[in-house]
């Protein structure tokens, strides 16, 4: 009975692990050459969107306001493969959107236009920035509106584009561990090897120091 009662639990934790795992909300300070970068692991085929809106600090009220509309963000996505899959100049406020096509690590990189310098009069740029993975990115409101759909016919394609969500985060994890087995396995085989390397090399020495000796003692006519 134990262990039927410990599964709902367990299954709920999953899922909330899950969820939590794909919207992820920050804000960051950045100088004027500075760049921030971004790791997010994401499956394959998955949807990315990306909010961001930046505020400048006001010295004369002490506090960060919205930056002007002349200040710019440039985005910059590599898929785990270092490829560039995007990269483009957007304002002050923005959002940008993006398919994975591998699965692994996606690095997000921000930084503000370089010929924009006067705007920060050598103070900080904020920037809050809001990631929503996968079915997260979707607006049910607009999708409801648009397929005239009731609010059951809604939650139930909610629900089926969450357990979408959770199977292609499950091969993702799956694809990671595969991974892992393999490099693994590659590292032992390496340490494997090169013990018996080591093995043979102190075997060759103590064949050439005993041949050694014996050619020294043979010499001094000691044997």
């Known amino acids: 009975m134990v262990s039927v009662r410990m599964q709902p639990c367990v ?4 899922l909330l692990n899950v969820f939590y795992s794909f919207v992820s909300s920050l804000y960051f300070h950045i100088g004027e050459t500075e760049k921030k970068c ?9 949807m990315i969107i990306g909010n961001y809106r930046t505020q400048l600090y006001d010295k004369q009220r002490e506090e960060y306001l919205p930056a002007t509309q002349g200040l710019g963000m440039f985005v910059e996505v590599k898929d785990p493969d270092d490829k560039v899959i995007l990269s483009r100049q957007y304002g002050s406020e923005g959002r940008f959107t993006f398919t994975s096509h591998t699965p692994g690590e996606h690095q997000i990189c921000l930084h503000s236009n370089s010929s924009k310098f006067s705007l920060f009069a050598g103070g900080m740029l904020r920037v809050h920035l809001d990631i929503q993975v996968g ?3 979707n607006n049910y409101a607009e ?26 985060e499950q091969n993702y994890q799956r694809y ?4 892992f087995r393999q490099t693994s396995e590659s590292t032992n085989q390496r340490v494997l090897w090169w013990s018996i390397v080591q093995t043979l090399i102190l075997v060759a020495i103590g064949i050439w120091q005993m041949r050694h000796l014996k050619s020294f003692f043979e010499a001094k006519k000691l044997v």
């Not at 990671?176 to 991974?179: C, L, S, V």
Request: hydrophobic share 40%.
């Open 176 to 179: 990671r561990e595969e991974r």
């Open 11 to 14: 299954l709920s934790v999953l």
């Open 135 to 137: 079915e997260h990115a």
């Open 38 to 46: 971004f790791i997010e692991e994401i499956p394959d085929e998955t």
């Open 143 to 168: 999708i409801a509106a648009k397929d005239k759909l009731t609010e059951l016919q809604l939650r139930v394609r909610q629900l089926v584009e969450q357990v979408d969500q959770i199977q292609k």
